[in-house]
């Protein structure tokens, strides 16, 4: 008997309507210079959203969300960065409306959703404003509000993962530094441009897999983790991932997150500090 048995069909079929749906998300907006749309400015959002998330308890994988909505409808709306910097506010702060309504819950509940929703907008926009942009936003993106996110994908993937024959805890290490990758990823929007959520993840699993003892990730549990990049369901490209892998590798300034083998935390906190 091989100690290698097949994935899950059933896993194989998921993964692969995932990857298929990226081809519903493909975006061209990237960084711009100036003053209105600059790489500080993403960094100032994007550390905004998670600071938001974390204080009212919503998955943070909302964050990735709404950052797909909004790269998504300046890339239809504004595809050369022609809005002023009050509507960027606005797009920004609709953008996480909307996703925190679609796809959250609060840990406490319905109330404390409705309380946060209430303060996201409270003091700087008007609600119909809010409402009028969600509605134009919901119209740019066709209706497509469910796009594969990192954490799908990279689930995923660790469901199999040759890893998880050997060792469940480290195959948990790498699905958790994964998406502590992704999660940088976000601050970078020229990478989400060029690459696809499944190539990033993917990448992200192997910059992990590195950190492992190769008495624990044997070079055959490697080589069975890369053939799935040519399984038939899949057909990633192995060159992208390989250059996605590296720029990651060279944008990401703390390395040494992921050496807490296994266990810790991989969700970033001041992610800021993690990009060069």
């Known amino acids: 008997m091989s100690p290698w048995p097949e994935p899950e069909p059933e896993t194989m079929e998921e993964l692969a309507a ?18 209105v749309f600059s790489q500080a400015w993403r960094h100032s959002v994007c550390d905004w959203y998670y600071e938001f998330v974390d204080r009212y308890n919503f998955d943070r994988e909302v964050v990735g969300i709404a950052l797909n909505y909004f790269d998504r409808y300046i890339s239809k709306r504004s595809p050369d960065g022609g809005f002023a910097r009050e509507t960027y506010q606005l797009i ?15 840990d406490d509940g319905s109330a404390s959703r409705t309380k946060a929703l209430s303060g996201l907008i409270y003091g700087h926009f008007e609600g119909q404003d809010v409402l009028a942009k969600e509605r ?33 805890q480290y195959n948990t ?22 690459y696809r959520p499944s190539e990033i993840v993917f990448a992200a699993m192997l910059n992990a897999m590195e950190k492992i003892d190769p ?16 399984h038939p369901e899949m057909s990633l490209d192995e060159s992208k991932v390989i250059e996605v892998k ?30 060069r």
């Open 136 to 168: 134009d936003i919901l119209v740019a993106l066709d209706w497509f509000v469910n796009p594969p996110t990192f954490h799908q994908i990279a689930l995923a993937f660790s469901e199999i993962h040759p890893l998880r024959l050997v060792s469940t």
């Open 246 to 275: 590296e720029y990651m590798k060279c944008e990401f300034t703390a390395p040494h997150e992921l050496h807490r083998l296994p266990g810790g935390s991989a969700s970033p906190t001041n992610v800021t500090e993690r990009i």
């Open 18 to 35: 995932l990857i298929k749906k990226e081809d519903n998300v493909h975006y061209r907006a990237g960084v711009r210079d100036g003053p």
């Open 92 to 106: 920004a702060v609709s953008v996480l409306f909307l996703a925190i309504k679609v796809h959250a819950a609060c």
């Open 215 to 230: 008495a624990i990730l044997t070079e055959e549990t490697k080589r069975r983790f890369m053939s799935l990049l040519h």
């Open 173 to 194: 290490y790498v699905y958790e530094a994964a998406r502590y990758q992704c999660e940088l990823a976000l601050f970078l929007p020229d990478l989400l441009m060029q």
